[in-house]
Nanobody
Framework: QVQLVESGGGLVQAGDSLRLSCAAS????????MGWFRQAPGKEREFVAG????????KYADFVKGRFTISRDNAKNTGWLQMNSLKPEDTAAYYC????????????????WGQGTQVTVSS
């Protein structure tokens, strides 16, 4: 069992940066891949970034490549999503999730989810 709690969202201006955190409870967090998804009002939830359980493999959606960086520290049971050069279209609720196997870009394989943190980017 893994519980996930996101934090770090807020209201920023275009071009600013934010760092989202995902705090996990449960001793098995280090055995799960971690993913970040986002969902804007009226839109489907979409994959943003994922990182393997070792931290050695990362995957990004094309629309965040070069701007966002995913990382984790299993000793701290925490993962992060560093978001730079934010754009108004990045406005969404951001969720972290945990899965096993390969880093999935679909939400189905993710077994555990946090409740989300809101990111709003003004122009």
């Amino acid at each position: 069992q893994v519980q996930l709690v996101e934090s770090g969202g807020g209201l920023v201006q275009a071009g600013d940066s934010l760092r989202l955190s995902c705090a996990a409870s449960g001793r098995t967090f280090s055995t799960y891949n971690m993913g970040w998804f986002r969902q804007a009002p009226g839109k489907e939830r979409e994959f943003v970034a994922g990182i393997s359980w070792t931290g050695g493999i990362t995957k990004y959606a094309d629309f965040v490549k070069g701007r966002f960086t995913i990382s984790r520290d299993n000793a701290k049971n925490t993962g992060w999503l560093q978001m730079n050069s934010l754009k108004p279209e990045d406005t969404a609720a951001y969720y972290c999730a945990a899965s096993v196997g390969t880093i999935a870009t679909a939400s189905g394989p993710y077994k555990y989810w946090g409740q989300g943190t809101q990111v709003t980017v003004s122009s």
